[in-house]
């Protein structure tokens, strides 16, 4: 845990007020059993951004992954909502061969490593951890490396500090699309 999180901690327990932007109150759950508490009672804690529309201010850069509007997506979805969401990728995920899934995760850490390993230092979260879990995913979903890495590039834009949420998104969102309608136009190779 870093120096910062440790100083939250000691001084609000296992739950801290945030500021998410200057003027947007949020919290930020730093307790295992209160994160665990938080994915599972979705009937108190609720995922679809549209709970957020009357209190991000007009300008604020949150827009883009708390959007009044919604994004229905199965992430965002509450409910019934996100139990019909999740049926396909729940029978999608039955059907993953482990072992397949293993070599291809061991083969994405084995390149990462490999990218930082001359430099003799690498940023361990940032550069490693969540790059092998991002690139795992999304080549469990058909994408390519290249259009992992886009991915992972557009979620550092959308996730990060002080990039352009919103383009970030939108080329988020057109990688995504691209997929699909290249993988229904030719599912074999996709």
Same mark, same amino acid.
């Given at each position: 845990?870093?120096?910062?999180?440790?100083?939250?901690?000691?001084?609000?327990?296992?739950?801290?007020?945030?500021?998410?932007?200057?003027?947007?109150?949020?919290?930020?759950?730093?307790? +295992?059993?209160?994160?665990?508490?938080?994915?599972?009672?979705?009937?108190?804690?609720a995922r679809d951004?549209? #709970?957020?529309?009357?209190?991000?201010?007009?300008?604020?850069?949150?827009?883009?992954?708390?959007?009044?509007?919604?994004?229905?997506?199965?992430?965002?979805?509450?409910?019934?909502? #996100?139990?019909?969401?999740?049926?396909?990728?729940?029978?999608?995920?039955?059907?993953?061969?482990?072992?397949?899934?293993?070599?291809?995760?061991?083969?994405?850490?084995?390149?990462?490593?490999?990218?930082?390993?001359?430099?003799? #230092?690498?940023?361990? !979260?940032?550069?490693?951890?969540?790059?092998?879990?991002?690139?795992?995913?999304?080549?469990?979903?058909?994408?390519?490396?290249?259009?992992?890495?886009?991915?992972?590039?557009?979620?550092?834009?959308?996730?990060? #500090?002080?990039?352009?949420?919103v383009t970030a998104?939108?080329?988020?969102?057109? !990688?995504?699309?691209? +997929?699909?309608?290249?993988?229904?136009?030719?599912?074999?190779?996709?």
């Amino acid at each position: 845990m870093t120096a910062e999180l440790r100083k939250l901690q000691d001084r609000w327990g296992p739950v801290a007020p945030v500021d998410l932007e200057p003027g947007v109150p949020g919290w930020l759950v730093l307790g +295992h059993a209160e994160v665990m508490e938080v994915m599972r009672t979705e009937s108190v804690f609720a995922r679809d951004p549209r #709970h957020w529309n009357e209190r991000l201010p007009l300008d604020s850069t949150l827009h883009a992954i708390l959007s009044p509007a919604g994004r229905r997506a199965l992430y965002y979805a509450d409910g019934a909502d #996100h139990r019909r969401l999740r049926l396909p990728v729940d029978e999608a995920f039955a059907g993953i061969d482990e072992a397949q899934t293993a070599a291809m995760v061991r083969g994405v850490c084995s390149r990462l490593i490999d990218s930082f390993a001359a430099q003799g #230092h690498a940023d361990l !979260i940032g550069g490693y951890a969540a790059a092998v879990s991002f690139l795992s995913v999304s080549g469990m979903f058909g994408f390519d490396e290249r259009q992992g890495i886009a991915l992972l590039r557009c979620a550092h834009g959308i996730f990060g #500090h002080g990039g352009d949420s919103v383009t970030a998104l939108a080329t988020m969102d057109q !990688i995504v699309l691209d +997929h699909v309608l290249a993988t229904r136009e030719d599912p074999g190779t996709t």
